[in-house]
């Protein structure tokens, strides 16, 4: 029996230990890919060195103390009350360890909270499950027209970032741990949080205050671009929108997009066949009164709340494993035909609610005045879904 | 000390209002359900006293020898004839005085249940009290103290709804100041008479509370009344005001004022926008569609102006549209006032969302709605 449990220690014990070696991590809070989350590495490796370093202490007393002292028959030790220089010493110490730890951890959340360097702004707003980037204009970085966008938050490498976060619904909490620490985004408030990326790449989060059903599903991606990239980026987003060809599937699924999606989805710049602007309207229509704008969504990589990848898993890889220096240039080739992950795209264009819970049952809205929290199944037939496919391609 | 009969039923009630609660909570209001699991707390609550006040029927020699003693006299079935009366009261008039019969009536059958069972527990009185204060003791006093600061604080807020607004600031100081003094005093001289002590306390909360009675004898002031009548809190015209009683300061509620998205200042007569976390002065404002956004206007100039936001148009009837517009109302120099915007959709090219100063030409904040 007592050899079972020293092994089952053992055992987990290494399998704890093993699971620090993962590699495919990119939510790994110990690998800082800018200097904001380097601020944070810096503090929290002797914090997590000296706490360690005490918990093993602690520990080790307490099973020397309790094997070692252990009933045995023996009379009960003498008993004393007090001891002033052991209770100081032992008041003294922890204090000044905290106070020291506490020093320098207001010192990084000061330098966290700066806001006097930024260099770029971008609000974020956070909703049931999805997060939305627009950025103001900002003619520097050649944003003459806002820019909106959602899942991926791109931003050119090497620049000082402030987002401006706030949530449209519940609260939630903004977290690229390769960037920065977290931040919650609360409704009715606006929370500063600066990032910045040292080289482009794409870094992982993930939302990290319990936001409802699907949280785990609402995710994010930072993708920080060279400042040349990101200049053809902030380009690309700009182009005016290009209605497809005439008699082409895309044509149709432009019709099917106006007769179906545009009642919560944007695409900026279409417009009707008498020449009116769609405008959407998802504040008739979902909780949180926004949807996911879809102009230029090919260019991005993921879709619903950066739960889904646009790209497949060939592609895909080929991106997030793309050198410093090339990766620019894959990213903003966007999603083409043949990258185009089919089978997630279809499949939330046939039941998305299948694919991410979200409370999109139509028989369950009374309490929500028949507004939905997320995309309901449209009842769309497989040839609607593949002129759609043929459209939302065109969206680069 | 308690009998294993009473621990069964005390663990059926507290898993009965458990399951009620939990029921409330998921399920929601249902007459059937609730009254079923209520009947069951009430039923098992009163088991549980009953068989703690028995014993479990099992009397014992000292039971024996306890019951023979005369019971001290108790309060607590007039209090709790007042709760019973104050719950019938209230089933006709308000459910606070239902609320509150229910409290008093509970509170009454819990003391006088535990009291009751305490002077039976043994034939030695002091023992006896002394476990009645063990059990209820930590309960009563946290109890006692929120019900009477909760009396203060009321009392109190009654006084300043009925003065005027700087004298009900100056009490509030004044009595703050009064405490703290006293406070100091006490801890610097500890020796002072415990029924000094308690008899300064006493008058201070009994006056206190008086003076709550006559403020509500008098009740609110007249501008309070005058701008309730007005719903001043809520209107913001943008013609002719409705309102003289208003006021000129920040309005609705702390959080909102304490959280804008942008500051506008009419200074020199000239319009400008301060952005949280953009250095600098700002022509236009980006607030998210859909999410009501905090707007503080201040009138940094000479003279009563107010803000107005263009929001567009909306169609009333076929082809009948008319102007969106939200406004605070005329503030004079150096006040501020709270505008808070909710923006579904983001304006037609050509028409953007503005912010302007009835009055004065060529001065507008834009506002984006990407």
Known sequence: MRRRIVGACAGLTTTLFLAGCATNAPQDTWQPKGPNAQKIDNLQKPVFAVAGIIGVIVTVAIITAVIKFRDKGQPIPHQSHGNPALEITLTIIPALILTVVGVFTFRTVFDLAKTSDTEMIINVTGQQWWWEYDYPVQNEFG????????????????????????????????????????????????????????????????????????????????????????AKWVANQLKPYASPAENT?????????????????????????????????????????????????????????????????????????????????????????????QSDLRGWLRNAPAMKPMYANPALLASTGGKYRGMPNLGLTESDIEKLVAYLLTLK | MFSTGSKYFFGLSVLGAISFAVYMLLIGESAIGATALFGLVAAAGLLTALVLFTRDGDAGEEGIAASTAAPTQSMWPLI????????????????????????????????????????????DAAFNASLRKRLLNPIEFPVLAAVGLGVVIFSFSRITLAVDKSVGASAFIAVGALVLAAGVLFSLRPNVKRGIVIGVCVVGAVAIVAAGIAGLGVGVREELVLAKEEGHYTHQECGAEESEHFDKLPLEGISATASVVATITLAEGKLVASVQGIAGEQNSITIPRSNPSNIVFHNATEGEYRLVANLGKKMVTDGVNEDVVQCTQLIPQDAEQLLTLTIPKPAMAGAPYTLTIPGLAGQSIEVIVP
């Not at chain 1, 027209?145 to 402030?162: E, N, R, Y």
């Not at chain 1, 992982?204 to 599903?217: K, P």
């Not at chain 1, 080929?318 to 999603?335: C, H, Q, R």
């Open chain 1, 143 to 230: 944003i003459t027209q806002p820019i909106i966008t959602s899942g991926q938050l791109v931003i050119p490498a090497g620049t000082k970032v402030l987002l401006r976060q706030t949530s449209r619904d519940v609260i939630h909490s903004y977290w690229i741990p390769a960037l920065n620490g977290k931040r919650d985004a609360v409704p009715g408030r606006v929370h500063l949080n600066r990032i910045e990326a040292d080289k482009p790449g794409i870094y992982a989060g993930q939302c990290t205050e319990f936001c409802g059903l699907s949280h785990a599903n609402m995710r994010m991606e930072a993708v920080a671009l060279s400042k040349e990239d990101f």
């Open chain 1, 249 to 341: 599937l895309a044509k149709e699924g432009e019709t099917v997009f106006m007769n179906q999606c545009v009642r919560c989805h944007q695409v900026n710049g279409m417009k009707r066949a008498d020449g009116t602007p769609v405008i959407a309207a998802p504040d008739e229509n979902v909780v949180s009164g926004a949807a996911p704008n879809l102009s230029h969504l090919m260019s991005r990589n993921t879709f619903a709340g950066a739960t889904f990848d646009l790209l497949n898993k060939t592609c895909r890889e080929d991106v997030w494993t793309a050198g410093s220096e090339s990766f620019g240039a894959k990213y903003l080739s966007g999603v083409s035909e043949d990258c185009l992950n």
């Open chain 2, 80 to 123: 709790g004839v007042i709760g019973a009366t104050l719950l019938l009261v209230g089933t006709i008039t308000s459910a606070v005085i239902t609320l509150l019969g229910v409290v008093v009536l509970l509170a009454a059958i819990i003391e006088w249940t535990v009291l009751s069972w305490s002077e039976r527990a043994s034939s």
